[in-house]
Structure formats: C-alpha cells, structure tokens
Nanobody, 115 residues
Framework: QVQLVESGGGLVQAGGSLRLSCAAS????????MGWYRQAPGKQRELVAR???????EYAASVKGRFTISRDNAKNTVYLQMNGLKPEDTAVYYC?????????WGQGTQVTVSS
C-alpha cells in the first residue's frame, strides 16, 4: 500500500502561481509513473500532467506552457508548479501513483482561482 499526501493548494488570484507537492511512501517511487489529475464540480476527473520514471512528461493541452511537473526521487515527492493560473483551473487536484498493476490516489487538495 502506498500513501500519498498532497499539499500546497489554496486560493489565488488569476495570473498567480501555486506549487503542489505530493509525498509518497514506499520504496518504488523512483520507478512509478506519477501524475496530477483534477476534478472540477460536475466534471469528470482529468489528467493534468504525469511524469515517468525517466523524467519524460506529458501535459494536458489546457495547461501546457503554464504548468510544470517534476519529481525528486530522493524525497519521494512529485511537484506541480502552476503559473498563470486561470479561474478554469479551479478544481480538486489529486496525486496519482501508477506502477502496473497498482494504482493509488491521494486525498486531493483544493485549488481555487478567483477572477
């Protein structure tokens, strides 16, 4: 069982920045794919960004150029730097740990962007 603890959410004005962190337990962090997903009220959960064990990353089109995902394997932590935030980025952001056949989720952290 992997435990994921997110932090860094909050309320920010449009155009502002936040950095989310997700600390993972366990010894397989360095080979897991780590991701950030988000879910806005009334919408499905969607992928924001993910980073593989070789540090290659993928982004949703809506955040490309504004958000950056990174990982620190020594700290078992994945980060999401969010710049140029927009009201439509408002959602609960979830950390995800994936290594076949296991898939784990954090409890989520709220990000609210005011206009």
């Amino acid at each position: 069982q992997v435990q994921l603890v997110e932090s860094g959410g909050g309320l920010v004005q449009a155009g502002g920045s936040l950095r989310l962190s997700c600390a993972a337990s366990g010894s397989l962090f360095s080979i897991a794919t780590m991701g950030w997903y988000r879910q806005a009220p009334g919408k499905q959960r969607e992928l924001v960004a993910r980073i593989h064990n070789g540090d290659s990353a993928e982004y949703a089109a809506s955040v490309k150029g504004r958000f950056t995902i990174s990982r620190d394997n020594a700290k078992n932590t994945v980060y999401l730097q969010m710049n140029g935030l927009k009201p439509e980025d408002t959602a609960v952001y979830y950390c995800n740990w994936f290594l076949i056949p296991n898939n784990y989720w954090g409890q989520g952290t709220q990000v609210t962007v005011s206009s």
